[in-house]
């Protein structure tokens, strides 16, 4: 359901990037490992739409996502893709549940704090709602990160180093949680990291090196 095809990158004035191909299948939880540099956070933006590759295809749900524009991209990330950056971006100024309101009225949905409250309660921070963002633990905004990625149900969850600041512990309980989230949710997990403590907590992994074009 998530494929791609000989997708590059090129920065104005930068490196040239060049990716191996992606098959994941729907539901499945793939772990994309590669050192600091090799392009993890770039192929990651291309996979959301967030950037657009110089060459190649990226097929989600057989469409392909590199010829949509404009609003009808935007859309479609908003429908299907969550994404959980290395920074969280949350607007300091609300509350966590005001957050997570914008995150639906961005995706074109109506607002819904029935399920806001609901996927906080499953994620151990309901009573974080109506704090504002800085007022939460680095944990508890890690999971506050978790539950907007996935408050709008989307079939493909994205995390960009999920685990990369944290210790033993707290790496394998966000691990646990986002791979029980998707499970419930049904969702393709797609992981990138250069955490080499996750190697042993995923089935299917693919190596990112920096190739030269
Ligand atoms: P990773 O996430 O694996 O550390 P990135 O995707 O951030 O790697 O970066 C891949 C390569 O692209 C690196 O060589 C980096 O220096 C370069 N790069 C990243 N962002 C930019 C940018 N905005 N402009 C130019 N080069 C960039
Ligand atoms: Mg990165």
Not at 51 to 72: E, F, M, V, W, Y
Not at 75 to 103: D, K, P, T
Request: aromatic residues 4%; proline residues 3%; charged residues 20%.
């Amino acid at each position: 359901m998530l494929r791609t095809e000989n997708l590059h990158y090129s920065y104005p004035k930068g490196s040239a990037l060049s990716f191996a191909d992606i098959n994941c299948a729907q539901g499945e939880h793939w772990l994309l490992l590669g050192a600091s540099g090799s392009g993890k956070t770039t192929l990651l933006h291309l996979l959301a739409g967030l950037r657009k590759p110089g060459s190649g295809s990226i097929h989600i749900h057989n469409l392909d996502i590199t010829q949509l524009t404009g609003a009808a991209l935007d859309h479609f990330r908003g429908q299907h893709i969550g994404i959980i950056f290395q920074q969280s971006h949350f607007v300091q100024a609300l509350s966590v549940r005001e957050n997570l309101i914008l995150a639906q009225r961005f995706a074109g949905l109506v607002k819904d704090e029935k399920k806001i409250l609901a996927r906080l309660h499953r994620l151990g921070i309901a009573d974080k709602a109506d704090k504002k963002p800085f007022q939460l633990s680095v944990g508890e905004q890690q999971r506050a990160s978790i539950c907007r990625a996935l408050i709008n149900g989307p079939d493909v969850i994205l995390a960009d180093e999920p685990t990369s600041a944290l210790d033993d512990g707290n790496c394998t309980a966000v691990i646990n949680l986002l791979k029980e989230q998707a499970t419930q949710d049904g969702a393709t997990l797609l992981i990138v990291t250069h955490d080499g403590r996750l190697k042993t907590n995923f089935d299917h992994q693919i190596k990112l090196n920096k190739l030269p074009i």
